[in-house]
């Protein structure tokens, strides 16, 4: 937890009053499948601010990548949105053509993936698959498109850029590859940038120095950035705010420091708990027993009741809505609510996961 | 580079050495009495042991087999393939304009069958399932059902007989071209357009057409010079296959319009027992569609950035 | 979707099939039955057996019988399909043909089969030397378009119905070989084989006993392409003149002479031709259902 010592968190929080970038509203993105509908995504609500970085964090199959796809409205078929607003520069992306969608793609919005080979086209010139987006998105002719983005291939850090352009994805290593798709992300100085499992696929040594690159360009540029990642400590080192998502749900936000201090919602704290220390890596959610329910499934109550040791009656009666707490922060939890509003609640005398213990 | 090309040469000689030794079985395995049979009428009663001996010297009929086959190899390489028993012109002269002409129908062929092929493999990859999708997988089914020859002559009934737009028959120009490479290519393009779809669907399905559509692209240009290429790799191996296909299937559609090709040559010298001829069309067609295959290799070599060129 | 298969992810329970995967023959002909274009294609090879075998029962007229008062009639209610140029009724004679494209069909494939297995497993249970002179032969019969291989076998045994057959048959052995061969080596890789070996099962045992019952799913599979195909090339022979020769009433055959008369009687070319069709896509069809059934993922 030595990042939370991290000078990045100053600038953001508390949050400033500017207008956010994007805000989604009740999103929901589901599968219809032969088994019935699968709700991935079940009403999710998230903003994000210029220059800020919001730690979208889940186990998988909690619904964070296709929540990040659908901001782009990138989700394949049988997948779609079903309900809920994602409002950028006061436009609804859920309504907006595919044309507006176009234009704003991979220029005012734009994303990377988890796999940074795989997402380089194998037969393309690595300068080419950079130099693209200043002819398709400005318009520039390919000779003076290829210079920017050996330019921009050497603000990644790139070794021998103007050689390395005219590789060849397979020529490159993971982290080469990563810094590669981060200078077509960040090309355009895009608005917002998504960013899916950015370092995962990658050596232990090089995330730190893609995450600090990242979090750099997206400061200088302005750029609002959505970390989607399952590993906190990649939340702790580069995120400014932090939703956890579980079950195609948000469970809990709040800044970055405030929630790895003092988590609200139990299933927040059991990740934390299975965050490796001391250099032991522990199994990913050894502290939290069972697994994430199978997103086809309907529960009565709370979708985390089942494995929550905290868990009482109504847990698994109602399902909690996410209710606002003091400083901005908000949790989907029974025990989290203060006492005035919880007025149905019959159980009172069981431990506050919120308090400090 | 070099190396590569080197090496696929060097496996190519055996395989050029087993048609030379499969062409030669040709001639080994026909019965002499057909060679009898094609100069009863020439000579008389008394003449034809000598007639006989005599063309069998010729022939080198009477020597063991390896000799015969030493000195076919021996002539072959020297680019002698013999006269014709019919004519008695040399076989060169026989085939080489014909060669030609089966080369311009197989190569217009090609053409037409990856023209179609690709366009529908494409359409129906990318709108997959739909009834584009439906449609072209019913047709290319008829495609691979239909015997060339039927389809060959439904054409000309259509557009030779009842609309009277083409010529129904005949050799060299344009027009008299269109109708046959019309005919082989749509039969050629029911496999291609197949191959086509399901690399297609596989590139589709790859993460950097997904990177590439959050990058803003249209799908035109996704589609068409993102996964193209990439589908393209795989298809060009199956191309250099399906250029066998074409070849053969130019020699039945030579006999359909009357094309004036080898194909059309091979049938009717078979049927002469016209050994020589035969022999020499088999021969140069199985080395055309070898070194076709050795060309597809190396483009696929060269055009591939994955494979190693150094 | 594809970030998320990450460990972690647990499929739904119920979703996985535990059913034993047996393939009993009445549960392959169900599944056919149930299967869009095996029904289709199973009637089309059923009207081609049945007028194959009670085609003599059926006909309207015999098959050869010349009638110059009658030829080239269109299609009407005395000659259902029209009568050729020498006034031979053709309904009577596509029935009969139906038992050119049987007997072409199993002949040719039985041919191609078994000499593919023999030389398949030949090369395998022999290995070494064997091996390799059985794919040297087997590549080079393959540096030849298949056309060209069917031209040069029949300029060797000359034109006729039954060198047609074999030729087909023959240019369809190095195939499978090459499959016989590729599928043999991998079964013989997997453990009970050599436990076999260890139990003293004798090479020629292993091969006949184990090894080719359990290739025999993909010979299937590999038949249902190869013998449209071989139909297909039949007839196209004997359509150049280098297989059934008239007056056979074999459907390529019958176009020989029959495509002169294409301007003035569409029929006399429709007729066969449509046979010819409609009986590939028939199999080509029952081939895909097949396929479908016993792979379903291969589809």
Known sequence: ???????????????????????????????????????????????VRAGECLGLVGESGCGKTITALSLVRLVSPPGRIAAGEILYDGRDLVKASEADLLALRGDRISMIFQQPKASLNPVIQIGWQVAELFCHHRGMARRAAWLEAVELLKAVGLPAAERKALAYPH?????????????????LKPRLLIADEPTTALDVTVQAQILHLLRG???????????????????????????????????????????FAQPAHPYTRGLLHSMPVQGRRRDRLDAIPGSVPPPGLTMAGCRFAPRCSFAFERCHAEPPPLVGLPDGRQARCWLAIPEPTRSRSHSDDVARPGQPD | MAAFILRRLLVTIPVLAGILFATFLIKALIPTDAVLAL??????????????????????????????????AVKVAQGDLGESIRTRRPVADEIGFRYVNTMILTGAALLVAVLVGLTTGIASAYWKGSWIDEAAMAVGIMGISMPAFFFGLVLIYFFGVQLKWLPVIGTGDLRSLILPALTLGLIESAPLSRITRSSMLDVLSQDYIKAARAKGLSEAYIVLRHALPNALLSILTIVGLQIGGLLGGAFIIEVVFGWHGIGELAVKAIGWRDFTITQAIILISACTYVSVNLVVDILYAWADPRINHR | MTHQTTPGTLAPAGTVDHRPRRSGLI????????????????????????????????????????DMAHRLLPPGASHWFGTDELGRDLLSRVIFGARYLLLVGVYSTAIAFGGGVLLGLLAVAGGGWTDMLVMRLVDIMLAFPYVLLLLAIIAALGPSLTTAMVAVGIAGIPGYARLVRGEALSVREREYVDAMRVLGAGTLRITLGTILPSILPALVIYTSYVMPLAVLSASALSFLGLGAQPPLPEWGAMLVSSRSFLATAWWVVAAPGMAIFLSILGLNLFGNALRDVLDPKHS
Request: aromatic share 6%; net charge positive; glycine share 8%.
């Open chain 3, 27 to 66: 549960r392959i002909l169900r599944r056919l039955a149930r299967h869009r274009s095996g029904r289709i294609g199973g009637a089309a090879v059923l009207v081609i057996i049945l007028m194959a075998a009670f085609g003599s029962l059926l006909v309207p007229y015999a098959p050869l019988k010349i």
């Open chain 1, 171 to 187: 020529e490159l290593s993971g982290g080469q590859a990563q810094r590669v798709m981060i200078a077509m992300a960040l090309a």
């Open chain 1, 217 to 259: 360009l997206c400061r200088d540029f302005g750029t609002a950035l959505i970390l989607v990642t399952h590993d906190l400590g990649v939340v702790a080192e580069t995120a400014d705010r932090v939703a956890v998502m579980y079950a195609g749900q948000i469970v809990e936000t709040a800044d970055v420091v405030p929630l």
């Open chain 2, 39 to 72: 100069y009863s009428g020439k000579v008389t009663e008394q003449k034809a042991e000598a007639a006989i001996a005599a063309i069998r010297a010729k022939y080198d009929l009477d020597k063991p087999w390896y000799e015969q086959f030493a000195s076919y």
């Open chain 1, 1 to 47: 937890m030595t990042a939370l010592s991290s000078p990045m968190h100053s600038s953001a929080s508390p949050a400033a009053p500017i207008a956010p970038v994007i805000e989604v509203r009740g999103l929901r993105t589901h599968f219809t499948g032969e088994t019935g509908i699968i709700r991935a995504v079940d009403g999710v609500d998230l903003h």
